[in-house]
């Protein structure tokens, strides 16, 4: 009876280690099936997993782009075409300007009258006298205010019988009109006429000085005599321009006034 067990127990036992060595045995492996001829194998690899830039890396080392020959591309996305961008040119800095090559700016304008001056060319041998320091001019005239009347006469002598004697030498050089002043500062003067205008009193004293009386042209009341003025534009100073012009006066102008 034992022995029975026994011999059961055995066979048991064998015929669980037959089939764990028959389940711990390693599959083979399928055979892959075999290519046709010409006819390339596709193979498989793994990409390796991106690399993750380091923090610290990122924040201090700005990229750098690749140098290339050609100007960048950029792509539009609305008709997919590459458009080339033109490089930006480099500026060149442009060499310093020498001091000396600098024009100065020109002096401010300023205007003014110089004159009086007794005549018209007077005036032109001023404006002469200036030369290239005169910007604008213009030559004026200012008329003169006459007085009330016009005298001549030859000057008081030292005694009457004098003037007498003076008297009857311009009528034997063919004067008339003329008569003795017998009172006042002109005593014994010989007066030769008194006109309303100076025209006619200076021919009348040409007349006399040409025969060789001392005559003398006198007015009564006050006289202006016409004059001429130079108005001027310069960016000299005023007093320099009224020295060189040898003007008696220099009068400040408003320039907007000089044409």
């Known amino acids: 009876m034992l022995t029975r067990l026994l011999i059961v127990i055995l066979t048991v036992l064998n015929v669980g ?3 764990w060595w028959m389940t ?3 599959s083979k492996p399928v055979a892959a099936p ?23 890396v990122a924040a201090t080392v700005p990229a750098t782009p690749a140098p290339s020959s050609t100007p960048p591309l950029v792509a539009q996305e609305a008709n997919k075409q590459a458009v080339p961008v033109e490089a930006p040119t480099e500026t060149k800095p442009e060499p310093p300007v020498a001091a000396s090559t600098v024009a100065s700016a020109p002096a401010p304008e ?3 009258s110089l004159g009086p001056f007794a005549s018209q060319t007077a005036a032109q041998a001023a404006l002469a006298a200036l030369g290239s320091d005169i910007r604008r001019q213009h030559l004026r005239e200012v008329p003169g205010k006459p007085a009330t009347s016009y005298r001549v006469l030859i000057p008081p002598a030292a005694s009457r019988e004098e003037a007498q004697a003076t008297a009857k030498r311009i009528v034997d050089a063919g004067f008339s009109d003329y008569f003795i002043v017998s009172q006042g500062e002109e005593t014994h003067a010989v007066a030769l006429g008194q006109y309303r205008n100076r025209e006619g009193a200076e021919r009348r004293l ?11 042209l006198m007015t009564n009341g006050s006289e202006t005599l016409p004059s001429w003025w130079l108005d001027v534009a310069s960016g000299a100073a005023p007093a320099d321009l009224k020295q060189r012009a040898s003007a008696a006066q220099q009068q400040s102008l408003n320039c907007a006034r000089l044409r």
């Open 206 to 216: 040409t007349s006399l000085t040409a025969a060789g009386f001392p005559a003398k």
């Open 110 to 112: 300023q205007c003014s």
């Open 24 to 26: 711990s045995q390693p």
């Open 17 to 19: 280690v037959a089939l």
């Open 34 to 56: 075999s290519a046709e001829a010409g006819v390339a194998t596709l193979e498989l690899l793994q990409s390796p997993p991106p690399a993750k830039p380091s923090a610290t």
